[in-house]
């Protein structure tokens, strides 16, 4: 299965205990945008990788793990 790359953050946020309101002001964006992102299955690699620092969480491993769980490198 196909990671939705927003609901993974979302995930993360969680386990940070981290809300969206924070992680917005984090990243110097506002609360709407960071919800219409989160929202996303996809998202532009330079903001993954933003959000991997921001986070100190390694989401392109997650993807990684996801395809060879999958087999599909």
């Known amino acids: 299965m196909q990671i939705h790359i927003g609901n993974r953050i979302l995930e993360v946020l ?7 309101n924070e992680f917005a002001e984090m990243c110097a964006s506002d609360r709407t945008n960071m919800y219409r992102i989160l929202k996303k299955e996809n998202i532009d690699l330079a903001l993954l990788r ?8 390694n989401f392109f ?13």
Not at 50 to 57: A, D, G, T, V, Y
Request: no cysteine; net charge neutral.
């Open 14 to 20: 969680k386990q940070k205990h981290i809300t969206v």
């Open 50 to 57: 933003r959000f991997s620092i921001k986070l100190q969480h």
């Open 61 to 73: 491993k997650d993807l990684s793990e996801d395809f060879e769980e999958n087999n599909l490198l």
